[in-house]
């Protein structure tokens, strides 16, 4: 199995007083953390098992097991939550996971590399590219498609216009 693990969630506090976490999710359907068998910690060791997974604002309540009151499911906030990549479904066709842009090289139409994909962050205004070119600083691209108009994963890259070609 592959060490390549992808960020599904993260322990946001306690929920009453009988061991019920908050957990704010970061997959699509938040019911699908309940559907993990294999949620881990980032050095990959055991993270939670969880059961009784229900919707709320900004994520799901849960039992975990091993939690059984207030204190011990307050000690887990912060903890963030894995699955391997091999274990989520595959993607339709023409769709991907964000997660498998990481590392695809940055070109321009006329097949100048600008770099590879480092990392793709949202800070609340829509996914960022963080672009690391051969030589220098790492620069943010919009993941939008006027800046990002083909993702070919089949050729491990992407074609990439820089903003100010777009002006």
Same mark, same amino acid.
């Given at each position: 199995? @592959? ?8 322990? =946001?506090?306690?929920?009453?007083? !009988?061991?019920?976490?908050?957990? #704010? $999710?970061? #997959? ?9 068998? %294999?949620?881990?910690?980032? %050095?990959g060791? &055991? ?8 919707? $709320?604002k ?6 975990a097991?091993?939690?059984? +009151?207030? %204190?011990? =499911?307050?000690?887990?906030?912060g903890l !963030?939550?894995?699955? =391997?990549?091999? @274990?989520?479904?595959? &993607?339709?066709? %023409? ?6 842009l990481?590392g695809?090289?940055?070109? #321009?139409?006329?097949g ?5 994909? !480092?990392?793709? +962050?949202d ?9 690391? &070119? ?25 074609? =990439?216009?820089r903003?100010?070609? $777009?002006?």
């Amino acid at each position: 199995m @592959s060490d390549r693990l992808l960020l599904v969630a993260r322990v =946001a506090g306690a929920f009453g007083i !009988k061991g019920d976490v908050r957990i #704010t $999710t970061f #997959t699509e359907d938040p019911l699908a953390l309940g559907r993990y068998r %294999d949620l881990r910690r980032e %050095d990959g060791s &055991p993270g939670l098992v969880l059961s009784a997974v229900r919707v $709320t604002k900004g994520g799901v309540i849960a039992r975990a097991a091993g939690v059984d +009151n207030r %204190d011990q =499911a307050e000690i887990l906030r912060g903890l !963030k939550l894995f699955v =391997a990549r091999e @274990s989520l479904p595959a &993607p339709d066709e %023409d769709e991907f996971y964000l997660a498998d842009l990481i590392g695809l090289s940055v070109e #321009t139409r006329e097949g100048d590399v600008l770099g590879r994909i !480092k990392a793709i +962050n949202d800070f609340g205004a829509g996914d960022l590219l963080e672009i690391q &070119p051969p030589a220098g600083p790492s620069w943010w691209l919009p993941f939008t498609r006027a800046n990002v108009p083909e993702v070919l994963l089949q050729e491990s890259r992407v074609i =990439a216009i820089r903003p100010e070609e $777009t002006e």
